[in-house]
Nanobody
Framework: QVQLVESGGGLVEAGASLGLTCAAS????????VGWFRQAPGKEREFVAA????????LYRDSVKDRFTIAKDNYKNRLFLQMNSLEPENTAVYYC????????????????????WGRGTQVTVSS
């Protein structure tokens, strides 16, 4: 059974940093593309960042480029999202996810390409 569990969310002031962690079990993240998504109240879930299975390619939402960094620790089977210079607009529940395609080479921003999801962690940024 595949499980993804996010942690690291919290309440911070604008300009602060947070690091999210996604612990995986039942699936080896080193063999699958991974991503982070978020959903704000009243809005649809949206793409934030993604990484190919081999870690050689990454993709970011334009509004988070140069502030957010996606990373993966294959030995610990964990995914990370480092978020710097946070803005109130970044307030949302953040989800990690893993794609369904084994060793897909292109990082994906498409929700329907991900078949395993965590339950999310709340990030709140105050102004």
């Amino acid at each position: 059974q595949v499980q993804l569990v996010e942690s690291g969310g919290g309440l911070v002031e604008a300009g602060a940093s947070l690091g999210l962690t996604c612990a995986a079990s039942g699936r080896t993240l080193s063999q699958y593309g991974v991503g982070w998504f978020r959903q704000a109240p009243g809005k649809e879930r949206e793409f934030v960042a993604a990484m190919s299975w081999n870690g050689l390619s990454t993709l970011y939402r334009d509004s988070v480029k140069d502030r957010f960094t996606i990373a993966k620790d294959n030995y610990k089977n964990r995914l990370f999202l480092q978020m710097n210079s946070l803005e109130p607009e970044n307030t949302a529940v953040y989800y990690c996810a893993s794609v369904s395609v084994f060793r897909g080479t292109t990082p994906s921003s498409q929700l329907d390409e991900y078949n395993y999801w965590g339950r999310g962690t709340q990030v709140t940024v105050s102004s």
